[in-house]
C-alpha cells in the first residue's frame, strides 16, 4: 500500500486524505507539533498542503526527507519577491512591481507604479491578510517591520480573475481542468464557476504560462494559478504550489478531483485526461454556521471542515452541478434565502455569469 505524509492538518490535508481512501493510498495529515513514531513516514511520499510552516522537530524531519516532493520549490514560491522574479526570469506577464525597502522610496514608487498600489508581505498573509491598498492620498500607516518584508504592486485594471489548476507529473506530463471564473470579495474567494472544457484563447494561454512555470521549475503535482483577464490578455496574480480553493469544485464536477489528481501526481500513478461533462459552481461558506436545510436542494454537494466557526473563516464549502444550467440557477435562487445577505451580491453575480 501507498502512503503520503501531509505538511499540514488543515481541510486540504484532510480532503486529500479522502480522495486517497478509494485508491488504497494511506494518507497522513500532520500538524506542527504532531509525533512521528506511529507515521510511516521513512517509507512515505512527503508533500505539504501549506506554503510556508514553523521550525518544528516534525517539519525539520519531513521537510529534509529525501521523498519530499518540490521541497526546493515551496520556498521559492512562497515568498512573493522570489515568486515575482520568477515571472520575471520566465519573461511572464504580472502586475508591475518591486520590493518595499525602506519609508523614503513612496514618492517614487507612485510615479512609478500608479497613484495606487497594493502592498503585499513577502510571505504569509492570505484570504486579503498581510495585504493594504494605499492611495497616493494616504496617510501611510503600515506595521514597523513591513519594510525589507514586502513588495508593492501597481493596480489592475481587471475584466476577470480567472484561476487555473493543472498537474504535472515526473515525466513531464501536463493536464488541465477548464480555467475557473472567480469573485473575490475582501480579498477572499467568494466563489468559483467552472465550464465543460473549452480550448478558447484564455485557456490555451493560460496552460502554455502554467506549463512554462511547471516545466522551468520540474514540478511535480497539483500547481494553481491565479490571473487578471485585461483585455485579450493575462496578467498573473500568484502561484499556489498546492492543491487550492479555485479547485474545490472539482470534487463533484470532474473526473478526477484535483485531490486525487494530486496524489496521483506525486505517486507516479496514472494521470488521464480529464473529464469535466457540464458546469459546476463552488461557493464558500465563510463565518457561517453549519445548516443542513442546504440539503434540500438536488444538485447541492456539501463539504463541511468541521471548524470552529468565526468570522472570515472559510468554514466548508457548496459545490451545485448539474447538466442543465438552468437546475443550477433555480438551487442558486433558493439557496439565496438560506445564506447570510451578504451572499446576495455573490448568488446575482453567479446567475450572471450562467446565463
Not at 88 to 113: G, R
Not at 209 to 238: K, P, Q, W
Request: hydrophobic residues 40%; charged residues 15%; neutral net charge.
Amino acid at each position: 500500500m501507498k502512503s503520503v505524509c501531509v505538511i499540514g492538518n488543515g481541510q486540504l490535508g484532510k480532503m486529500l486524505r479522502q480522495a486517497g481512501e478509494p485508491l488504497g493510498i494511506s494518507v497522513y495529515t500532520l500538524g506542527q507539533d504532531d509525533k512521528l513514531e506511529n507515521v510511516p513516514y521513512h517509507q512515505s511520499i512527503i508533500t505539504a498542503e501549506i506554503e510556508r510552516w514553523p521550525d518544528t522537530e516534525l517539519t525539520r524531519v519531513l521537510s529534509r526527507h529525501p521523498h519530499f516532493i518540490n521541497q526546493d520549490i515551496f520556498p521559492l514560491i512562497a515568498d512573493r519577491l522570489t515568486q515575482k522574479q520568477l515571472l520575471e526570469q520566465l519573461n511572464l506577464p504580472t502586475a508591475a512591481w518591486q520590493l518595499l525597502d525602506n519609508p523614503q522610496q513612496w514618492k517614487a514608487i507612485f510615479q512609478q507604479l500608479g497613484d495606487t498600489v497594493i502592498v503585499k508581505r513577502r510571505t504569509g498573509g492570505y484570504d486579503g491578510r498581510g495585504q493594504w491598498r494605499i492611495a497616493i492620498e494616504d496617510k501611510i500607516d503600515l506595521p514597523s517591520d513591513i519594510y525589507q518584508s514586502a513588495i508593492v504592486e501597481s493596480t489592475i485594471k481587471f475584466d476577470q480573475e480567472i484561476a487555473l489548476v493543472g498537474a504535472r507529473n515526473q515525466h513531464g506530463k501536463c493536464v488541465f481542468y477548464p480555467i475557473t471564473h472567480n469573485l473575490h470579495q475582501e480579498g477572499i474567494l467568494k466563489t468559483s464557476i467552472a465550464h465543460s472544457y473549452i480550448s478558447n484563447h484564455w485557456q490555451i494561454q493560460a496552460e502554455q504560462m502554467l506549463t512554462t512555470i511547471m516545466s522551468h521549475l520540474s514540478y511535480v503535482g497539483v500547481m494553481a494559478m491565479e490571473c487578471f483577464v485585461v483585455g485579450d490578455r493575462l496578467l498573473i496574480n500568484e502561484l499556489a504550489p498546492r492543491v487550492h480553493n479555485s479547485g474545490h469544485w472539482t470534487q463533484n464536477g470532474a473526473s478526477i478531483s484535483q485531490f486525487e489528481l494530486h496524489l496521483r501526481a506525486i505517486l507516479d500513478l496514472p494521470m488521464p485526461n480529464l473529464i469535466v461533462p457540464t458546469s459546476t459552481v463552488m461557493i464558500n461558506l465563510i463565518g457561517i454556521p453549519l445548516n443542513y436545510q442546504w440539503l434540500k436542494l438536488s444538485c447541492l454537494h456539501l463539504h463541511w471542515y468541521d471548524k470552529q466557526v468565526r468570522a472570515g473563516r472559510k468554514v466548508g464549502h457548496i459545490n451545485l452541478v448539474h447538466q442543465n444550467a438552468m437546475e443550477i440557477q433555480t438551487a442558486l435562487f433558493h439557496l439565496a434565502k438560506l445564506l447570510p445577505r451578504d451572499y446576495q451580491s455573490t448568488i446575482t453575480w453567479v446567475i450572471r455569469q450562467l446565463t
